[in-house]
């Protein structure tokens, strides 16, 4: 049991938001929406509450078809971004308020503040009001209402992008004990890979108002199924190189070639795409096997222990990252070195040819 998309879609003034759409996540499940900014994510979550009436499609909640019934009648709690708690109620009243309004009794709504309260370390505040608190304080009160309500899904929409950076670590580490606690649904979007990687549970990735693949996180990140996913699950995107199989070798650019093997030894001859995350594009050679490729150093951007490297190569622009700080000239050229093993092969039209060995291996 659980909820289920069934050829969901969504359109707004004849433009399609969200594309015919099937997914379904199990009772008890944390479940990711990745994808950038105007990917779909809100949308699909507002289609997911209620808040939406699909354009095609059924929404189906613990096997009823609940399509067009009122949000308040589903058992659904949603916290956004842009925290919203009752400024003139105390912390207390604001995480009672919607079991007020389902009739509990005090003693039921007193147990339930408290417990919740505990979980989100706000027992020391209950008295005071919203705007007495940190920015984290009240995005915790705003989880701490919506999880009081005991509802059954419960919709996350980038709840921790406007915290500072302690913040948001601190709630990434809780969010995941909060949900084992619950046994609800949860259903979390943001924009970074990092974030789902830390959340755990299933990943569905968005592109422009398409889901491209779902299924466990380690699963997606590791073995995208085509060259959207793996844009979508690297931060920065994931680079591209053209290449081509002849025999028993990939030809790389610069003249570089790798032995196949595996399950590249079974793909035809003919030409493919390369891609690899930025973090093993590597400016030290740390094995005898790397390709190496001549390019010119666009734009550095230095983040304190690391350094992302833009880089240009025959006219493709790739990114490194790389540990350190690290003084390259702009428009210096660099040769950087990438292991074979980190290496993801894709059809001329994306799909997964094979998988990167080192991926196959964890």
Same mark, same amino acid.
């Given at each position: 049991m659980g909820l289920e998309l069934r050829g969901v879609s969504k359109t707004v003034d004849g433009a399609t938001h969200i594309y015919p759409t099937d997914l379904t996540l199990e009772s008890g499940t944390m479940n990711v929406l990745l994808g950038p900014t105007l990917s779909g994510k809100t949308s699909l979550m507002r289609l997911m509450a209620g808040l939406d009436v699909p354009a095609t499609g059924n929404v189906i909640w613990n096997g009823e078809d609940v399509t067009g019934m009122r949000v308040q009648d589903r058992g659904v709690a949603m916290v956004y971004q842009q925290f919203i708690n009752y400024p003139s109620m105390s912390v207390y009243d604001n995480i009672a308020s919607p079991m007020r309004l389902l009739g509990m009794s005090a003693s039921e709504i007193d147990a339930a503040v408290k417990k919740t309260a505990d979980l989100m370390k706000l027992s020391?505040?209950?008295?005071? *009001?919203?705007l007495e608190l940190s920015g984290g304080q009240q995005q915790r009160c705003a989880l701490a209402r919506a999880l009081v309500k005991n509802a059954g899904l419960v919709l996350l929409d980038e709840p921790l992008a406007n915290l500072d950076y302690k913040l948001r670590e601190e709630l990434r580490v809780e969010i995941p004990k909060i949900f084992e606690e619950s046994g609800? &649904?949860? /259903?979390?979007?943001?924009?970074?890979?990092?974030?789902?990687?830390?959340?755990? !549970?299933?990943?569905?990735?968005?592109?422009e108002g398409r889901v491209t693949q779902f299924g466990p996180t380690p699963e997606v990140y590791r073995q995208p199924k085509d060259a959207t996913t793996a844009r979508v699950f690297s931060d920065p995107p994931m680079n591209f190189l053209e290449i081509a199989k002849a025999g028993? *070798?990939?030809?790389?650019?610069? !003249?570089?070639?790798?032995? /196949?093997?595996?399950?590249?030894a079974a793909l035809e001859d003919g030409r493919y795409v390369a891609g690899?995350?930025?973090?093993?594009?590597? &400016?030290?050679?740390?094995?005898?096997?790397?390709?190496?490729?001549?390019?010119?150093?666009?734009?550095?951007? &230095?983040?304190?222990?690391?350094t992302f490297i833009h880089l240009d190569h025959h006219g493709?622009?790739?990114? !490194?990252?790389?540990?350190?700080?690290?003084?390259l000239r702009l428009g210096s050229e660099i040769t950087v070195y990438l292991d074979p093993s980190h290496v993801y092969t894709f059809t001329e039209d994306g799909s997964l040819a094979a998988a990167a060995s080192y991926a196959l291996a964890a």
């Open positions: 020391p505040l209950l008295d005071r *009001k919203p609800s &649904i949860f /259903v979390y979007a943001t924009t970074e890979p990092e974030e789902a990687l830390l959340l755990g !549970g299933n990943t569905a990735t968005l592109w028993t *070798k990939l030809m790389f650019g610069d !003249g570089q070639s790798a032995e /196949v093997s595996g399950r590249l690899f995350r930025p973090n093993h594009l590597e &400016i030290d050679q740390h094995t005898d096997a790397a390709l190496k490729f001549t390019c010119t150093v666009a734009v550095t951007e &230095i983040t304190g222990s690391e493709d622009r790739w990114v !490194g990252l790389v540990h350190g700080v690290r003084d």
